[in-house]
C-alpha cells in the first residue's frame, strides 16, 4: 500500500461515540438508548439483509417498565397477546395440568406478553434512524491505542469510537477478539474458555394466518400456550399470536454425551437436516387438533429456523473499552424466549448520560457487571 493509500484510509476511519456492533435486538434496544439520550452511537450488523426468523418471545414485568417509560409499552401490547395460563400436555395428549401466570399481574401489575420475535425486532428497529446502522459489516477484530477502541471488518472498513459494545450474540466476534487478546496476556479466566452447554435442538417459525374456524383458540383475545411433552426429550410447543398467527417450536433435549457429538456449525444447518428433524415430528398429534405438521406446513420454508439452545454465563464481560452485552457473554433463560428478557433487563441498567461521555472511566463497566 502507498503512503498516499494508507493516508486516505485513515482518513475513511469511522467516528463514533459508542460502537454498538450487532443488530439484533439486544444492539436495538441499547441503540434505542443512547438515540433518546442523544449521544453519539452506530449500529454494525454483519448480516446483508434481515429475515424475520424464530418463533414466540415474552416479556413481563421485571422489562415492561422500562418500554412505559420509553413511552412504547403501546406498541409492544399492539403486537402482543397476554398469556394467561401455559397448558402441559404429556406426549399422548393427556392434560397434565395448568401453570397460572394471572396471578402475577395481581402483584406486578402487568401481564406476561407474548407476541413473535420479528414483531420486536421491528419495533426496536424503528426507533433507530437508517442513518445510524451498517449492514454487511462483519468485525475480525477489535484494539485499543490512544485512548479509543477500534474495529475492524472483513471489508476494510474500520471505525473509531470511545466505547464498544459487543452485542453480536452467543458466537460473539467481539468476545472471540477480546477473549485472544486477554489469553495472551494471561489474562482470561480459564472457565471462559470452555465450551457452551447446549441442551436442546430447537426447530421454530411462524406459520401463515390460519382459519379460526379449524382453530377457535385464534379466536381469542388472550395467547393460548400449548406444551407437550413427549418420549425421547421431546418438547413440542404451539403459541397463538396477533393476526391469526401461530408460533411453533419442536425440540430435543440432549444429554451431555450428545451435546458433545452435536456441536454443530452454522454451515451444517441446512435445508436437508432441516428435513429431516421434520420429518421426525410432523406426524406428532397437536392438542389443538391435527398434526404438528400442518404448523409446520404453513410456514415458508426459508423462515423456519434451527437453533441449538445453549447456555453459559462467561465471567469475562468487559476490558479497558469493550463491554459484552446480551447472549455474548450470558446465554440462559432459552426456554420459552426468556433469554432476551433477561438481555433487555441488563441493558437497562447502563443508560445514565454521564457513563457516556468521552471522558469515560472503565470503572463504569465494573459497577454496572456488579449490578447486572
Same mark, same amino acid.
Given at each position: ?27 436495538? !434496544? ?66 397434565i ?12 401489575g ?11 425486532y ?6 433507530i434512524?437508517?442513518s ?9 477484530r477489535?484494539? &485499543? ?37 486477554? &489469553? ?11 465450551? !457452551? ?11 401463515q394466518?390460519?382459519n379460526?374456524e ?16 413427549g418420549?425421547?426429550?421431546q ?7 396477533? %393476526? ?15 451435546a ?11 435445508? &436437508?437436516?432441516?428435513e ?13 387438533g391435527?398434526?404438528? %405438521?400442518? !404448523? ?44 432476551i ?15 457516556y ?7 463504569f ?8
Amino acid at each position: 500500500m502507498s503512503n498516499d493509500t494508507a493516508a486516505e484510509s485513515i482518513e475513511e476511519i469511522q467516528r463514533t461515540g459508542v460502537i454498538i456492533v450487532g443488530g439484533g435486538i439486544s444492539g436495538l !434496544f441499547l441503540g434505542m438508548l443512547l438515540e433518546r439520550l442523544e449521544l453519539s452511537y452506530h449500529i454494525f450488523e454483519r448480516a446483508t439483509e434481515v429475515r424475520p426468523l424464530g418463533s414466540a418471545l415474552t416479556l413481563g414485568a421485571n422489562i415492561q417498565p422500562a418500554f412505559e417509560q420509553l413511552g412504547l409499552l403501546e406498541q409492544l401490547k399492539a403486537i402482543s397477546l397476554p398469556c394467561p395460563s401455559l397448558e402441559l400436555y404429556s406426549d399422548n395428549l393427556e392434560h397434565i395440568g395448568s401453570l397460572n401466570l394471572e396471578k402475577r399481574k395481581e402483584i406486578s401489575g402487568y401481564d406476561d406478553l407474548i407476541f413473535e420475535r420479528s414483531k420486536l425486532y421491528s419495533l426496536l428497529r424503528s426507533q433507530i434512524p437508517d442513518s445510524k446502522i451498517s449492514y454487511g459489516k462483519r468485525v475480525t477484530r477489535l484494539e &485499543e491505542k490512544d485512548g479509543q477502541v477500534f474495529i475492524h471488518c472483513a471489508d476494510g472498513f474500520v471505525c473509531q469510537g470511545d466505547m464498544l459494545a459487543g452485542a453480536d450474540g452467543a458466537y460473539s466476534n467481539v468476545r472471540q477478539s477480546l477473549y485472544e487478546q486477554l &489469553e495472551e496476556k494471561g489474562l482470561l479466566p480459564k472457565i471462559d474458555t470452555e465450551d !457452551f452447554v447446549i441442551g436442546n435442538i430447537v426447530m421454530v417459525g411462524v406459520a401463515q394466518p390460519l382459519n379460526p374456524e379449524k382453530y377457535p383458540q385464534l379466536n381469542d383475545t388472550k395467547a393460548h400456550f400449548s406444551s407437550v411433552q413427549g418420549k425421547n426429550k421431546q418438547i413440542l410447543a404451539l403459541i397463538s399470536a396477533p %393476526g391469526q398467527r401461530v408460533c411453533w417450536s419442536i425440540g430435543t433435549g440432549l444429554s451431555e454425551a450428545e451435546a458433545k457429538e452435536k456441536r454443530f456449525k452454522n454451515s451444517e444447518w441446512g435445508p &436437508e437436516a432441516n428435513e429431516l428433524m421434520i420429518k421426525e415430528f410432523e406426524d406428532h398429534p397437536s392438542p389443538w387438533g391435527g398434526t404438528f %405438521g400442518d !404448523f409446520i406446513r404453513m410456514t415458508p420454508p426459508h423462515l423456519v429456523s434451527r437453533v441449538s439452545l445453549e447456555e453459559k454465563i462467561f465471567q469475562t464481560w468487559f476490558h479497558g473499552r469493550t463491554v459484552l452485552i446480551g447472549d455474548a457473554c450470558h446465554k440462559m433463560l432459552t426456554g420459552a424466549g426468556l433469554g432476551i428478557c433477561m438481555n433487555l433487563k441488563t441493558l437497562n441498567i447502563p443508560h445514565h448520560k454521564q457513563l457516556y461521555k468521552p471522558t469515560y472511566s472503565p470503572t463504569f463497566f465494573l459497577h454496572n457487571a456488579k449490578v447486572r
